[in-house]
């Protein structure tokens, strides 16, 4: 089975966020399941020609591999992706980015023709790849060498929709019939994600909770009702993760690996991660650890309300992130009153690592989270996640029953500082039971989401899209 696989960003090349990481883990996951996969992104500036060792195809594509033999196609054009950021500028977006996304859509469909391969399944991601369905359905329904290939179309977070002002339709080369209620018209805006959803031959989700979440007004960002018009055409996956990257026992960032049979490691981590946060060296002190776009999704209302009963409990507290410059306000606050915090405000892979394997807990209160993955990362960590049940966190957190013994983390429901705070102070009175706490990390660190369970979900949804 031929899958091309088409992200805006994928990893080691090009990241903003989770999407990347699925983008550049997942196509090899469905290689080993035993597909033939294409990726195509844009190339950016970022992505070095040297570094990544591209071969020139033509004037408009490059070439490189991941995986055993995944072929990454990179799409040239200075004038669109020839910039220091991907999307955005000075936390702006840039203004031709439906010229941009336009030309990667068209380009991708005219690509795959040009090299003659052509896929079984074109599997979209968000709303940068979202005109493809379109297209196929529109603009190139009379092309017989793109007859008979199917879309999927992944939503990883609903929020971002692609939106640009109808004046610009004509951009996308698309008739004006399309800008009405039942195609791309979306209060009075073009809506690309919108064009994905109602022109693919199916959708998916992160998650499985997700999928559920996404059809109610709370969290259908105003797309419910077309999502409750396809909900037979919709499924929830659950992402995964590369255990090789997130491997404590060979992450080079470690001043000393480990695993569950040797979770020792873990404490001369936390004592590094004390030092170099400029807090106590105590192994004994609960270190309760965040990394996270501040931002209201993630939680940081809540927690805001809270941080300062949090960090007055026997804690240490440390935070690593950028985002809404009330919460830098906030932090920078806090890391100045209180000599038990440690916050960076910043984007710092290697201090990311070390916050994974040098802290005991691991906060995501967030508000939604269509997968997450932070909390499988700090699982594998053998760091206790402690979540809100909400998308992903829901179905990958089992709150921790301390009669039984069983579950993974410490979750709560309420969307409120005060369930939040309960929760915080639920997971201490764990940890100080330091038997019962060793248990949870070995258990912790012994949960298994690699992508092998989930690509074999899509090689099926592939094939029942065949069929």
């Not at 007859?147 to 698309?174: D, M």
């Not at 004390?274 to 927690?303: E, F, N, S, W």
């Not at 309300?305 to 507290?317: G, L």
């Amino acid at each position: 089975m031929k899958i091309l696989f088409c992200s805006s960003e994928v990893v080691p090349f090009a990241k903003t966020g989770g999407l990347a990481d699925v983008a550049g883990t997942l196509p090899p996951a469905l290689e080993v399941a035993g597909a033939r996969v294409k990726i195509v992104m844009p190339r950016y500036r970022c992505v070095d020609v040297k570094k990544f060792k591209l071969k020139k195809l033509d004037d408009e594509t490059f070439s490189t591999s991941i995986g055993k033999n995944v072929e990454v196609l990179l799409l040239e054009k200075k004038s669109f992706f020839d910039r220091d950021g991907l999307y955005q500028q000075k936390g702006m977006d840039y203004p031709d980015n439906l010229d941009r996304f336009t030309y990667y859509c068209l380009q991708t469909l005219k690509l795959i023709k040009k090299i003659n391969f052509k896929p079984d399944i074109i599997h979209c991601n968000d709303w940068q790849t979202a005109l493809i369905p379109v297209y196929l359905k529109k603009m190139f329904k009379n092309d017989l060498f793109y007859k008979n290939i199917k879309t999927i179309l992944t939503i990883h977070n609903l929020g971002y929709q692609g939106l640009f002002p109808k004046e610009e339709l004509a951009v996308t080369g698309l008739n004006k019939e399309l800008f009405s209620l039942n195609g791309l018209e979306f209060y009075g805006k073009i809506n690309l994600l919108k064009g994905g959803l109602l022109f693919s031959d199916y959708i998916s989700t992160v998650s499985s909770t997700y999928a559920r979440e996404i059809h109610s007004a709370e969290f259908g960002c105003g797309l419910e009702g077309v999502l409750q018009k396809r909900k037979k055409d919709t499924a929830g996956i659950l992402n995964g993760i590369n255990y090789d990257e997130w491997d404590p026992r060979k992450n080079k960032a470690l001043v000393k690996n480990y695993g569950p049979d040797s979770i020792e490691g873990k404490y001369e981590n936390k004592e590094a991660l004390q030092k170099i946060g400029k807090l106590k060296v105590d192994r004994k002190i609960p270190l309760l650890g965040i990394i996270t776009r501040l931002a209201d999704q993630k939680g940081l209302d809540i927690l805001a309300e809270v941080i300062e009963e949090v960090v007055q409990m026997p804690v240490q507290f440390i935070l690593l992130g950028t985002g809404d410059p009330r919460y830098h306000k906030l932090f920078e606050g806090i890391s100045s009153k209180y000599k038990n915090t440690s916050i960076h405000l910043k984007f710092d892979t290697t201090l990311a690592y070390k916050i994974y394997a040098g802290s005991d807990i691991f906060l995501m209160p967030s508000y939604y989270e269509p997968c997450g993955l932070g909390q499988l990362i700090s699982l594998n960590f053998g760091t206790i996640p402690l979540v809100r049940r909400t998308g992903g966190l829901a179905d990958t957190v089992e709150d921790f029953d301390p009669f039984t013994k069983k579950g993974n983390g410490f979750v709560f429901s309420s969307y409120q500082a005060g369930a939040l705070l309960e929760t915080v102070k639920r997971s201490l009175c764990v940890y100080n039971d330091a038997k019962t706490w060793k248990k949870l990390v070995t258990r912790a660190m012994k949960s298994d989401f690699s992508w092998k369970k989930s690509a074999k979900e899509y090689i099926s949804l592939y094939k029942s899209l065949k069929s």
